[in-house]
Structures are given as structure tokens and as C-alpha cells.
């Protein structure tokens, strides 16, 4: 029997099967000899290039199709992302349920401080001026803040650091400590815009080499240090703690050395914000993400992102879930990165270009669906003078003119 | 040795000991005889009357300062909230693992629906001309919403009726369930301002007669329904879900049960809202107030309310934490109190009187303190269409003229 000869009721039987665990999503699969399952027409379909790929389907699941569809043997008919979005909206409880079983058996790759480095350099070290063909002009590789939906991924990511000052209610001469700071963004807005003293840790030496560089062009040095180090590398007190886009690499086995670190850090009056991806059920990361793109991540629900803090005491202020934000974040992404898809095939070959692709195209599906979620955490010591309300939270998002990176 | 002679050396020991379980306050302990422990000046004291009550307190702690304080045994020199304060707010480490401790070995009152109605009935079937003498005119007994500190507690409590129904989004003709209505106010705010059909549940029998006699008032009885029943009573689908003031009721043991009522009322588009005293570690209810004023009860932590829901793969939307807005609701409902304080000792002596009183200061302390937070929590089912801004929250609660309660 070769690979390459039509399709048996046997491989028929195993796509219908593949459909009915995703919870029957409105996307036939078509086979390599045209047939498609089931037989009827839809606004996308998944074109499944041979046998050994359909096999791989059934037995690996979401790993096997991003490798596939990396690879070629996997196209997608229509809009990629819609494709995606229908099938992670198919009401799939069997999925669900499954999943959990597989979060019990799940072992992520372990995150001690070595790992953590390797983790982490397998992705944020592809070399900055990858990064800079489609982020924003600033860096920021996470969730950005749209005031309207129809605003620029710059003003977006302007009015994220924003927002996240205004949220830990940033005072000049303070000193807040930021774990796992990208390309340095938030600590250069925390320190020019809030006139405060930064301490901010990241393991990716390419992004801390550039992270320094964009503080000495900006005259921040004596008022911004950063550290090439772990979040269990932090010392000294502060009166805030950040964290934007670090929890998901953290780990749940690491929760609570994370809690730890935080109290540790933190003055009597001290405060904090954590914001990370997460989830609304408790899942193992998508397969095929955890093993090709975030080696070791994990997105934790709300209820284990409050268990990160209930040991030590912290009273949760605020939570808000951006989850649309995030969506709308990766749509520029996406978008940009589109424009340079040439750029990138030439570099580092179609391969990367198609995974890379299929990872923000997913991205997008799975926040608009939900299945993943944005919680912005607020957290404070037991504090005298609470905020009021969250009328300064609702201000306007108006960068002033001397804004040096609007130049 | 009679009772009350001079305090011996082993009472003042054991005052000392009590002050440090305590964190060593800056409240002295005066015993019978006039001695203060420690001996030095301070804002506020407490005088322990006799041998017994010391003896009491070092036994059952929070359960006899209650009763005695009620009994004229225990009297407080000074601010009774803030020398109350002082004692919450003692940086108190070994309280707070003595009370983890606590807190495995303690049972709460089973809340079966038997016990829960027999609970219910202690507090809230006093008597409505009860808590007429000192609650808002909608008689809402829960943590109000002041958009500024000086609002008075009528505009509070409007501003928060509107604000759970501008949070769940309210529309026209939507049905909307509310489990643990009280007096009814938010049930007939949302069918008189919103436009949507209520059902509410509620198992005072008091408070229910108290509702339906506003509603048939407001014209409003064939827009919102009052049921005499508990929250697993709830029958039929409904767009969304609102409790105030209910999970504290609840008790832990019963949160599985809530988490499954809530899923069983909500549509596919289904969102809800559950507003809740609650804790930043998981800590038993004060002793005397678990005895004396709300048995059964348990204060949530943020982990365990997401807990409720996460079995369901709701999306937590956003979390508030309105704990200075309890302290001033109990500000206001105590200064009312004591104002009626006579009527108050006139028809229920003044043991009960002095049991309120404790009861009231008491929660502004531990509002004002961090030991009780007040979590307002918003959920949905994954959302086509979510929230893209919190700028629809902030927007003025400015009570239209034809308010019909403003009248």
C-alpha cells in the first residue's frame, strides 16, 4: 500500500474521527485525493497533504499539525485565521476533557534558572532585528492597550506602559523592579515619564544588549539598570513590582518560589502588577507551542494566579481580562509581518516563515475564541490609602509632545 | 482567691500573653483593679472587668471579647473603631498561622438548605423596622459604590445598583436571576431603570413579604418575580446571573454546588456577576461573628471565588476590590445606628445594642485594616462580543429626575 494512493474508508473513518475529538468544527479535512470529510462546502478547509500526515494527526495531535503545516504537508484553504478561530470555538467538551487528562500527565520541560535560559534564548534570542521587521517601534512583544479599537499598534503599546503606571500609581524617587523586561520598553517609560529609579531582569542577553543601548541613547542610564538574571536573581526592596509577559514562562511548578520572590522584594507599603496570558480552565499549553515556540510555558487561570499571591498576604485590587487586546495586538503583528514574509523566507527559510505564521495566526484564534485570556493583575500590601475609584484609570491616553519616542 | 481582688501576677502575665498573640497592639489591657498592660498612655484601651473575662479571653479569644464586650463586661476607652483597628492591623504573623491552623481544624455551621435557612433567619428576619432605623431608604444591606468619599449613602447605594448593571451590560427584555435578593432593591432597580425580567431568590422570609410589597408599589410585579427559596432552588435559563451579598453565606463546602446552579441558569451567551466579602488568605470568620451574627458564614479568597467558576470555563472579566467603599457604607450605617441607638436598647435591651455596635465599628475596622476585602467579580461565557474598555464604567452615576425611589 503506498502512501500516495487514494484514500481507504479506513483513513476516512480516522478524519472523521479527528473532526468529532476538535467537536465537529465547521472544517472539512480534504484528503490527498481531493475526497473531503465531510462533503460539503465551507468558507475554509484543511487540505491534508498524505497519509503519514493524517496518521501523525491522530497520534500527536496539535504538535503534528504545526510541524505539518510548518513543513508544507499541511495547507489551509480560506482565511487562516478563521480557520483556526472555528476550530478552537467548536464547542468540544470531549476536547476539554481530554485535555485535563493530559494536564495530569503533562510534564512541562522544567524551568530551574538553567532551563529557564535555555527556554528563554530559543525564542527571544532569534536576533533583534527580527523582532524589529514587525513589532512596534518600541519593542514591546506583548499585549498592547487600545484605547479604541482603531488605534495604531504605536499608540496602542504607548498606552499599555501607560496604563500600567497609572495602574501601580508610580511616584517619582521610587524604585520599582521589573522581572522579565524584553527589550527594556516599560522600565525606559517608568523611568522617563515617571521619574522613578528601575531595576529590570531579563535572561535573553540579546534583549538586554539592546535594552542598555536604548537607555544610553536616551540618557537613562543612571536611573534605569539592567540586569542579565532570573526572577530568583532579585535583590534588594522596592516599592513595586512588574511583570508583564513573564508569568507564562514561569511555570506552575515555580508559582510559588515566584510568590516568594515578590514578598521578598517588596516593602511594607509596596505594591505590584502582574500580567500574563491565561487561561479560564486549567490546560497544558498547546503542544505544538510548547514545543516549538515557548519551550516550558504554561498559562495559568486566574484562581492560580491568585494562588501565586494568597500565601504572603497581598490584597488583589484589580484584575481586568484584555483578552481582546491581545487579539487585536497579534492582527498587527500578523500584519506586518506579512509585509516582510520575503524578507523572512530569505533569512531563515520558508519553514520558520510558515510556522511563525501559523503561531500569530493561531495566536489571534485563540484569544478572539478564548481559549487563551489576558489578566492584569493588581496587587498591594494591605494599604492605608486604597485607591478610590477607577476614574484615573479611564483618563485619556494622550502621549505629551516632548514624548521621545514619538519623535 | 475571690474574683475580684487585685489582679495577680499570673492575670498580668497572662494579659502580656494575650497582647502578643495579638501582635502587641498599641492598646493597653486594663485590668479590674486598674493596672494597664503595658503601662504607658494611648489613644485606646480596654478594660477587662473581671477575673472571668480574662480568663475567657485567653480561652476563646475573638468569641468571648464579643460576648463580653456585649455583656458590659468589656468596655473600650477611646474610638472603639479605631482602637479595633489597631488591634486588626498589629503586624501579627503568629496570629495569622495561628489561624491557618485554625482554619483546618474548624467546621462552620453545615449550610444544607435546612441550616441555611435557619442561618438566614437569625440575621436578616429581626424585623424589617429593624434595619429601617439605619439603612438607606432601598434598604440595601451591602457594600455600596461612592463615586466620591462624600456622597451620601442614598446616592451610594443608587450608584451601585447601577454599576453591577452597567458592568453585566444589561439590555431590554433580558432575563436576569439574582440569587440572595435581601429587600429586593437591585431586583427592582434592574426591571425599573434596565428593562429586564427578574427572578429573585431569597430565603427571609421577611425580606421577601418586605419585596413584593415594593414591587406591587413600583407597578414592577409583572417584571420581577420573588421566590421564597435558596439558590439551588434556581429553575430555568436565564442571560444573566447576579449575587450581592450571598457567597459569604455560602460556606466554602458549598462552592462546587454554586459554580454548578450558575452554569445550569445561564445561556450559551450567559454572563454574570458575584459581588462578595471576602479574604486575602483563607482565614476562618471572626470567631464571634461566625457565633453571634452570621453563622455559617465563610469570606471567600479571591483564588476560591475564581475556583467557584473555573470548573465551568467561565472568562473572568474583570475583578474590583470595593474595600474602602465597605468601610464607608459601615461608616454611614453605624453613625445611623447610633443615632436610633435608643429606640434600638428600648426594644431590644441593651445587650444587643452593644452586640450591633461591636458588630458595626468591628467591620469598619477590618475593612479599613485589609483583614476583609470586598471582591466584585465579573464572568462570562466566551464572548463573541466583549467589553472593549471599562470607559462605559466610569462614566457619571447621575440618578435621572423620574427615579421613582428619588421621589
Known amino acids: 500500500m503506498s502512501w500516495f494512493c487514494d484514500s481507504t474508508r479506513f483513513d476516512r473513518w480516522l478524519a472523521r474521527k479527528l473532526l468529532a475529538r476538535l467537536g465537529d468544527p465547521e472544517v472539512p479535512l480534504v484528503l490527498w485525493d481531493g475526497r473531503s470529510i465531510p462533503d460539503r462546502s465551507a468558507p475554509g478547509r484543511v487540505r491534508i497533504g498524505d497519509r503519514r500526515t493524517l496518521y501523525a494527526l491522530a497520534q500527536h495531535g496539535e504538535l503534528a499539525f504545526g510541524d505539518a503545516y510548518a513543513a508544507g504537508r499541511i495547507e489551509v484553504e480560506g482565511d487562516l485565521v478563521r480557520v483556526l478561530e472555528e476550530i478552537f470555538s467548536a464547542p468540544a467538551r470531549q476536547r476539554i476533557r481530554a485535555r485535563h487528562t493530559a494536564l495530569r500527565r503533562h510534564r512541562a520541560r522544567p524551568s530551574t534558572p538553567r532551563e529557564a535560559r535555555d527556554n528563554i534564548h530559543q525564542h527571544y534570542d532569534l536576533g533583534n532585528d527580527f523582532y524589529q521587521l514587525w513589532l512596534d517601534e518600541r519593542m514591546v512583544y506583548t499585549c498592547a492597550y487600545f484605547p479604541t479599537p482603531d488605534a495604531s499598534l504605536e499608540a496602542a503599546q504607548w498606552a499599555k506602559l501607560e496604563y500600567v503606571c497609572r495602574k501601580l500609581r508610580l511616584r517619582p524617587g521610587e524604585r520599582v523592579v521589573e522581572a522579565g523586561c524584553g527589550w527594556g520598553a516599560l522600565a525606559l517609560h517608568m523611568a522617563e515619564r515617571f521619574g522613578v529609579d528601575v531595576t529590570a531582569y531579563n535572561i535573553s542577553t540579546a534583549q538586554i544588549a539592546f535594552a542598555r543601548e536604548r537607555a544610553r541613547e536616551r540618557g537613562l542610564e543612571d536611573r534605569v539598570r539592567f540586569v542579565l538574571g532570573d526572577y530568583r536573581d532579585i535583590r534588594g526592596r522596592f516599592d513595586a513590582f512588574v511583570s508583564v509577559g513573564m508569568l507564562e514562562h514561569v511555570g506552575r511548578e515555580h508559582h510559588a518560589e515566584l510568590g516568594h520572590v515578590i514578598d521578598a522584594a517588596l516593602t511594607r507599603e509596596g505594591r505590584g502588577l502582574l500580567h500574563s496570558i491565561g487561561r479560564s480552565q486549567p490546560l497544558p499549553m498547546n503542544g505544538w507551542i510548547e514545543r516549538r515556540i515557548f519551550p516550558g510555558s504554561y498559562c495559568p487561570t486566574l484562581r492560580e494566579m491568585a494562588g501565586v499571591l494568597e500565601p504572603w498576604g497581598f490584597d488583589v485590587v484589580d484584575v481586568e481580562n484584555l483578552r481582546p487586546h491581545y487579539a487585536r495586538t497579534l492582527e498587527h503583528w500578523l500584519e506586518r509581518f506579512e509585509k516582510r ?64 519616542c514619538e519623535k
Chains 1, 2 share one sequence.
Open 341 to 404: 514574509a520575503a524578507e523572512v523566507e530569505q533569512r531563515f527559510g520558508a519553514e520558520f516563515t510558515r510556522c511563525w505564521r501559523l503561531y500569530l495566526a493561531g495566536s489571534i484564534a485563540a484569544f478572539r475564541s478564548s481559549s487563551f485570556q489576558l489578566f492584569q493583575l493588581l496587587f498591594a500590601r494591605p494599604q492605608r490609602e486604597p485607591r478610590w475609584t477607577r476614574e484615573d484609570l479611564c483618563a485619556p491616553f494622550v502621549p505629551e509632545r516632548s514624548e521621545r
